[in-house]
């Protein structure tokens, strides 16, 4: 028997996915990263720092996932909302000759004063009323510490950004293999009145949209790295 899939469910009425970003224009992924996905876990298991060995047993494991909108009136997955762009002033009003306040104001990787001034405008995306259910494959003691972490987090949790926290419970079950978890994720969309929309498979497969993330971490803390994966994506008439 292989390793067995922990099933998450994230939603809201807005998540973040960063896989792109600069400081400022904070782009979002249509659905979760796996750097996020092990990020949001890591807060449940309170693990700081670079996290090294812990990343490498989750590197090669499978990750899916499911996307879902609410239905229509005919049952099926409404369209996708686009992406919100929400804008934010970063470092204004801060006295700078106050050195708890100075703090606050960007400034150049040399600590001197940023470019045109402290005050910057950040362009920030969110995806809105989704919902992912993700099955993740662990070892099976990885998977049950993560399992008991999210029921009992030490960090606060939220979807990709501390602005989007959940508004349904993550944790949704331990799985023996990737049907199972499969089937209990659309029986709670159905009880969620949501349909499928897309999904997202790991590794290349024929005839379908596959695109490259570097979203594979393998150290997390001040130098944080990743890999590169593959990905496939299906449409809702591919087969769940």
Known sequence: MGDPYLLLWLEAPLQSWGHDSRFGRRDSLDFPTKSGVLGLLACALGA???QTEWLARWADKDLQVL?????????AARPRLPLLCDFHMVGSGYDDQNPWQNLLIPKKSDGGKAVGGGTKITYRYYVQDMAFAVLLQGTAADIADAAQALQDPV?????????????EFIYQGVFP????????????????????????????QEGNTVIRLNDVPLQFGHQKRYRDRLVTIFDQRGEV
Not at 67 to 75: F, H, I, L, V
Not at 155 to 167: A, E, M, Q
């Open 155 to 167: 960090w606060d949790l939220y979807l990709g950004r501390k602005s989007c926290p959940p508004t």
């Open 48 to 50: 700081g720092g670079a």
């Open 67 to 75: 996307a879902y909108t609410p239905r229509d009136s005919r049952g």
């Open 177 to 204: 293999d990737a049907k199972a978890a499969r089937d209990a994720a659309e029986a709670l969309a159905t009880d969620r009145q949501r349909a499928c929309s897309f999904r997202v498979a790991q590794g290349e």
